[in-house]
């Protein structure tokens, strides 16, 4: 196992700065401090966790990338924004299932910005159809869901997080003892912390032994779309 790295106060200043010069023209001046300040304590951070995944799940990613793998784009996409800064001022990392192609699959994610850290677990915008096969297996099963919500474990590390209707579902029962949770457009967990958190030379084991409190939701989920867990 890979000796124990987080990230460091020069990541958390890095960002502070970026916030600060969101150009391109400073970005390309200090490309080197991106580089030893985020790529690389992100992969080894990315390359920890890959160690430490099969024990949440086997089918869980952890891809150490500068494109197309656990590292989110620094670039912002601008085209339908008013805000026209052209980068991210965080740091944005995915764990997800093998089968997912993008942010919208099943899977565990990390978040360190100048403010905050937080994790999440689940689902953030499912897309319709799987939308409606979340929300159907709520209703097939009632008391699985609310072992998984109302789990001890999960309580004591998650908040659930993300966006609802303000109405029933279309198709869906208003009477429904989980209706609340049938209106959710997101199935998250989020958990929040301090931006230091994240310089803990035990951060991937620390941030492992979080995310395995979300188990129960991942497989819940997993099991709704059919996919292996």
Not at 13 to 36: G, H, K, P
């Amino acid at each position: 196992m890979s000796e124990g790295s987080g990230f460091s106060q020069a990541t958390i200043d890095y960002l502070v700065d970026l916030e600060a010069n969101n150009n391109r023209e400073w970005f390309q001046d200090n490309r080197s401090r991106y580089d030893e300040c985020v790529l690389a304590p992100a992969f080894g951070f990315i390359s920890e966790m890959g160690e430490r995944l099969p024990g949440i799940s086997k089918h869980l990613t952890a891809i150490p990338k500068r494109s197309g793998g656990s590292l989110m784009r620094v670039y912002r996409d601008t085209r339908f924004s008013r805000d026209k800064t052209p980068y991210k001022t965080n740091i944005g990392i995915q764990f997800r299932h093998e089968q997912g192609k993008d942010v919208h699959a099943p899977g565990l994610y990390f978040h360190l910005d100048r403010n905050e850290c937080f994790l999440g677990v689940g689902m953030w915008h499912p897309e319709r159809e799987a939308l409606a096969a979340i929300r159907q297996a709520i209703v097939d099963e009632p008391e699985a869901w609310c072992r998984v919500r109302d789990g001890r474990a999960f309580r004591a590390v998650f908040d659930f997080g993300g966006s609802a209707l303000k109405r029933p579902p279309r198709g869906f029962p208003a009477e429904h003892p989980c209706i609340e949770d049938l209106k959710r457009k997101d199935f998250i967990g989020v958990a929040s912390m301090a931006p230091t958190v994240a310089t803990s030379a035990n951060l991937a084991e620390e941030m492992a032994r979080m995310f395995r409190a979300g188990k129960g939701l991942m497989g819940f989920l997993c099991s709704a779309l059919r996919l292996p867990f």
